[in-house]
């Protein structure tokens, strides 16, 4: 499983691995500056305060990318942008920004310091590397599923699961924020490929006013794709989901290979779900 999809299951709560290698990263090197390189401290301020500025520039325009990639749908519904993750192109533009923020800091200093701040730097970004490797080596639980679960259709929704395709179980909730932010991405990403995988949406119905809520909900918003309900909370006991928006995606023979939780994109489940196509 890809570090990006790694949960730590502590109770109730799902941790994103990639978060805990950042704070890992950040209390190494904190560490280090307390203990062993307690001398130069005027550098290490500088350098922290490069560092930390370049990470918010990064993490602000990662967040902010789908008021370029999701524009519309952003505007039909700007709540989306909560929940919306930036994706590849806003990785990369992160980084650029980032990097650059980061450089025009140190420039606008200009205190003398320049090689010793540079060197400080250059650390704690290794210590971030050092913590995401760390980091992905930790087991992440067992989280397998060994077969694709039965699935309750809501009717005019149903789907017959072809044992061919690998299989995408998306568990959601009309309550749910970040599932209804999801939701245009699953129908774009069903559009696209619901001829070569499975696609279902998985209602948490036991926690829904009732069925006719949940069909309102979808004939509300024109959504097209399979829905199966899970009345009883059985579904998704067995599945382990804990979360909602929950993604998780089994290959061709039933095994469970990538689980999500948050909203993705249609990218996002391209990526995860075409290449276990047989």
């Known amino acids: 499983m890809a570090l990006a999809d790694q949960l730590l299951r502590i109770g109730p ?19 280090l500056q307390r203990t062993i390189w307690r001398t130069h401290r005027d550098s290490w301020a500088a350098a922290n305060d490069i560092a930390l500025s370049g990470v918010l520039a990064g993490f602000t325009v990662w967040k902010l990318t789908p008021l370029v990639t999701r524009f519309d749908q952003i ?25 650059a923020v980061g450089a025009f800091v140190h420039l606008r200093r200009g205190d003398g310091r320049a090689r010793g701040v540079q060197v400080h730097t250059a650390i704690i970004v290794l210590g971030a590397a050092l913590g995401f490797g760390i980091a992905s080596i930790v087991p992440a639980g067992d ?5 694709v679960p039965e699935f309750t259709w809501l009717p005019g929704y149903e789907q017959s699961i072809d044992a061919s395709k690998p299989t995408v179980v998306t ?44 069909r309102a909900y979808l004939e509300g918003s024109g959504h097209r794709f399979p829905v199966a309900l899970d009345s009883s909370g059985r579904v998704v006991e067995a599945l382990g989901i804990s979360a909602t928006p929950t993604t998780v995606v089994f290959d061709a023979a039933g095994r469970e290979r990538v689980r999500r939780v948050g909203a993705v994109n249609a990218d996002w489940f391209a990526r995860r779900v075409l290449p276990l196509r047989r």
Do not use: K
């Open 75 to 99: 505007a039909e519904a700007p709540s989306r942008l909560l929940y919306y993750p930036g994706g590849t192109p806003g990785i990369v533009a992160g980084l650029i920004i980032g990097v």
């Open 143 to 147: 989280d397998g599923q060994d077969a």
């Open 13 to 31: 709560l799902n941790i994103p691995v990639w978060l805990v290698a950042g704070a890992m990263g950040l209390a190494i090197v904190g560490i």
């Open 171 to 214: 568990a959601w909730a009309t309550w749910c924020g970040p599932c209804t932010a999801q939701m245009p991405e699953i129908e774009r990403f069903s559009l696209d490929h619901g001829a070569d995988v499975n696609i279902v949406t998985l209602n948490l119905t036991a926690t829904e006013p009732s069925v006719e809520a949940v």
